[in-house]
């Protein structure tokens, strides 16, 4: 399977943004995708993830109800809605794939195959 993410940015705190991961070669039905971000100097941080197939979320402690992880299956992608920016989530965001994960690891970048490119998100204050 084939990640592309999109949807990164310059916002102002407080503001919203979207990103996308479309999946392309083969379905993410039974995938766990998720969202990991990395900021210059630090390590890549798991943000959010889906299990596809049963719309099951996870998230980080510090996206603390700012976020949302959905599906649209249609479309063979996942979305991470991002509201109440702060200038702290600045950063490169990724979208991460595995067909093959146990739940227990889904904050693991290592446990997934696929990556899509990153996106940019700055916030600024």
């Known amino acids: 399977v084939q990640l592309q993410a999109s949807g990164g940015g310059l916002v102002q705190a407080g503001g919203s943004l979207r990103l996308s991961c479309a999946a392309s070669g083969a379905t993410i039905r039974n995938y766990y995708i998720s969202w990991f971000r990395q900021a210059p100097g630090k390590e890549r941080e798991f943000v959010a993830g889906?299990?596809?197939?049963?719309?099951?979320?996870y998230y980080a402690d510090f996206v603390e109800g700012r976020f949302t992880v959905a599906k649209d299956n249609a479309r063979n992608t996942v979305y991470l809605q991002m509201s109440s920016l702060k200038p702290e989530d600045t950063a490169v965001y990724s979208c991460?794939?595995?067909?093959?994960?146990?739940?227990?690891?889904?904050?693991?970048?290592?446990?997934?195959?696929?990556w899509g490119q990153g996106t940019q998100v700055t916030v600024s204050s």
């Open positions: 889906i299990r596809v197939s049963s719309g099951h979320t």
């Open positions: 991460a794939g595995s067909s093959s994960l146990i739940t227990s690891a889904v904050r693991n970048p290592r446990q997934y195959y696929y």
